[in-house]
């Protein structure tokens, strides 16, 4: 992040996320963990200081189940 400060996005244990695109609707299927989860690393992204553009990658290889589209977490204070 550009202010200095590291962002800690955590995980709860046990949390499972799966995110499809089904003709153009975008479908994220989670657990009460998975929820959680996704809860905090938007909270996260919402933090005072954090800059504009700041984001998180999720897919397969980082906290999605197999078979998941990707999907990207941004902050964006243009819009």
Avoid: Y
């Amino acid at each position: 992040m550009t202010d200095g400060t590291t962002r800690v996005f955590t995980w709860e244990a046990g949390a499972r996320i799966n995110v499809r695109n089904l003709r153009g609707e975008i479908v994220i299927e989670a657990n009460s963990a998975g929820l959680k989860t996704l809860a905090g690393h938007l909270l996260t992204l919402a933090q005072d200081g954090t800059p504009d553009g700041a984001h998180l990658h999720l897919e397969e290889s980082n906290g999605l189940e197999d078979g998941s589209a990707r999907l990207v977490l941004e902050r964006c204070d243009d819009a």
